[in-house]
Structure formats: structure tokens, C-alpha cells
């Protein structure tokens, strides 16, 4: 059986809640995790999808690492002004579009590639080589257009 062959965890271990699976039980990854996802967690404090992403205090039940428990929020002194910072930048992800939202710019970037997107309403495309391609009418449209 896989947990003889596991190493016991005491004491508290610093995690990462993850999310929500559809049994409604929090998932989460920590350092000495045997497996390469998420483990389900029991939990002692309540938890919802707002704390995604935020590090937690883990317990394993008899040492086993495939058995954790989650029994605390990690809070960081910082939390008053992240809390404040909340509406100025978000992210939401509902499994079928994602939705990110700043107060002035959202930058994607890959290599020496990246698109911004600013405040003033400027969509700015930057990389070595763009390509354009379309099934149906690609249309350039605007006050003025300039090409070179």
C-alpha cells in the first residue's frame, strides 16, 4: 500500500489553499506533497473561494501527507493593504471565460512578445513577428490609419 511507503510529516507545514473540487473539499499543495496534484483537505476554519491562493497552515492526520488538515489562514501584516488594493486589481476565472481587471494597465508578456492594455483605452501589440488571420471579414477601422 502506497502509505507504508510514505514519509511522515510533523509538525506545521506551510501550504497553499487551491481551490474548491466538486465535493466541496478544499484542495491543496504544500512542500513534501508524495503526489503531483492537489490533495483534498479536511478543514478546522472556514474557507471559501475568496481565499484561493493564499497560503494556510497544514496538520497531517497521524503523520500521513495524504491526509492533511487545514487548521488556520496564514495572515501577513501586509493584509490591511492588499485588502485595500482589492478593487483596484481582480481576477476572475468561472470555467469559461477569465476576466482581469486593473485600475491603469494589465501588460501580458511572453519573450519579446506582450500586449498592454491601458486605462485610456490603448491596446498596444509588441513582438518580433504579428500575424493576423481570420475565417471571415479582418477589418481595420479607426479615426485615422497609418501603416509605416
Not at 74 to 93: C, K, Y
Request: glycine residues 10%; aromatic residues 2%.
Amino acid at each position: 500500500m502506497i502509505t507504508e511507503q510514505l514519509q511522515k510529516i510533523d509538525g506545521v507545514v506551510i501550504g497553499l489553499f487551491l481551490s474548491i473540487n466538486d465535493a466541496g473539499e478544499p484542495l491543496v499543495a504544500f512542500p513534501g506533497n508524495p503526489l503531483e496534484t492537489a490533495i483534498p483537505a479536511r478543514s478546522t476554519t472556514n474557507l471559501d473561494r475568496e481565499d484561493v491562493g493564499k497560503e494556510i497552515a497544514l496538520l497531517f492526520e497521524g503523520g500521513n501527507p495524504l491526509q492533511p488538515l487545514i487548521i488556520g489562514k496564514i495572515h501577513h501584516a501586509d493584509t490591511a493593504s492588499v485588502a485595500q488594493n482589492a478593487e483596484q486589481t481582480s481576477a476572475e476565472l468561472d470555467g469559461e471565460d477569465i476576466v482581469l481587471s486593473a485600475k491603469h494597465t494589465i501588460t501580458l508578456k511572453c519573450g519579446k512578445a506582450s500586449i498592454t492594455l491601458t486605462k485610456a483605452g490603448k491596446i498596444i501589440l509588441r513582438g518580433a513577428y504579428l500575424l493576423s488571420r481570420s475565417s471571415g471579414v479582418n477589418r481595420i477601422k479607426g479615426g485615422s490609419v497609418q501603416i509605416n
